[in-house]
Structure formats: C-alpha cells, structure tokens
C-alpha cells in the first residue's frame, strides 16, 4: 500500500490491521427527492438513532433480496417492532376514537 494513493486501491475494505480498523469504502448514489420528504427522512432517522444513508441501504436491501410467497412485503418488515411501548388496549381506545 505504500506509495499508492487511495484511489488507485481496489479493494471495498481497507484494513489497518496493527490498530484493528477496518475502512468499507462504498459508492456513493445520488438521488432527487422532495425537500420536504428529506427534511421528515431525516427527523426520522434521527428519532431512530440512525443516519438517512442507513435507512436508504435497509429498504434497497429489502427490495433487492428474493421474494417468496410467505415473506411480507419490505414496508412491514421495516415497521416491524416500531409500536413498542404501546399497549394494544390504548391502540383499540385510539382507533375506536379514531372510527366514531
């Protein structure tokens, strides 16, 4: 690695391995989308702890992996487990709120 510079590397990981790190390098994709879905992506991602690249990466992941019959569809599974805290007795008391 001596004398190269990082752009003539081609590799997608670099490992430093006397200090143990380890670097991906990833492409970048640029995308356009609304400023108002940006600045909601990104309340999102913060409230989840999480960067809006992360949460672009999951979902295409989602999309990209095989899909069978009994697996449920990429939006579900990224739901999943979002509710918590809640109890499904407020939930019932919400939605019969909600449908009166």
Do not use: C, W
Not at 5 to 28: A, C, H, Q, W
Not at 60 to 84: F, I, N, Y
């Amino acid at each position: 690695m001596a004398g190269r510079g990082f752009s003539e590397l081609n590799t997608s990981e670099i490992d430093t391995y006397p200090y143990g790190v380890s670097i991906r390098i990833m492409p970048k994709l640029t995308l356009s989308v609304d400023e108002k879905v940006v600045r909601g992506a990104k309340r999102y991602a913060a409230a989840q702890k999480t960067s809006v690249s992360q949460l672009v990466e999951r979902y295409l992941s989602l999309l990209s992996t095989p899909d069978d019959a009994t697996s449920e569809p990429p939006v579900l599974k990224l739901l999943r487990g979002s509710a918590r805290g809640g109890s499904a007795e407020a939930h019932r008391r919400h939605l019969s709120r909600k449908y009166r």
